[in-house]
């Protein structure tokens, strides 16, 4: 941690250019989200549009990048969200590699804890996102300090282990 954070210039869902840099002096949460029709990742938005008056006071701003193109994100992962961040676009997923993350192997499909935090999903009757094209993008989560610097890196290395909420608090308080 302390490294600077990679550079993240990417178009908005309305194809404008956004840069991290224009966040320079802010502290910003940064998520990377998987495929479009990942329950995991929808769960995450969720988790951080509650605790969205909870980031504010830390002082933080949210920021989504996601690889598949902005119809699908938001007629599969978005649908029925009133999403109060930014979110960006990655086509290539060309930030994805400069920030490592890497594509879902093998071993990302027999861990005991997808097949959990599935059930658990399922429980609370959230319905299925249906197929999406190249469904194998792990995402992340960030925080980056007012000064550029990394203070937080969860790369996944499967759909269901995403940073908690609370742990991308703490580590926005403790800057």
């Not at 949210?62 to 649908?79: C, F, G, N, T, Y």
């Not at 060309?94 to 071993?107: E, N």
């Not at 005991?112 to 469904?135: C, F």
């Amino acid at each position: 941690m302390g490294a600077p954070a990679p550079p993240l210039d990417l178009p908005t869902a309305a194809g404008d250019p956004w840069s991290l840099a224009t966040l320079r002096g802010r502290n910003v949460i940064l998520s990377f989200l998987g495929p479009a029709n990942c329950l995991f990742c929808r769960a995450h938005v969720i988790h951080l549009i509650q605790a969205r008056e909870r980031i504010a006071e830390a002082g933080a701003e949210v920021v989504l990048i996601a690889h598949h193109d902005p119809e699908l994100m938001m007629s599969k992962m978005m649908h029925s969200l009133n999403l109060p961040f930014v979110l960006l676009f990655d086509k290539t997923r060309a930030a994805y590699q400069r920030w490592g993350l890497g594509t879902v192997g093998f071993k990302a499909y027999v861990r005991p804890g997808l097949y959990l935090g599935v059930a658990r999903i399922l429980l609370r009757r959230e319905k299925s996102l249906g197929h999406v094209p190249d469904r194998t993008q792990m995402g992340g989560d960030f925080v980056v300090d007012r000064n550029g610097k990394l203070v937080f890196v969860n790369r996944l290395r499967s759909f269901h282990d995403r940073a908690k909420v609370e742990d991308l608090l703490a580590a926005v308080r403790k800057i």
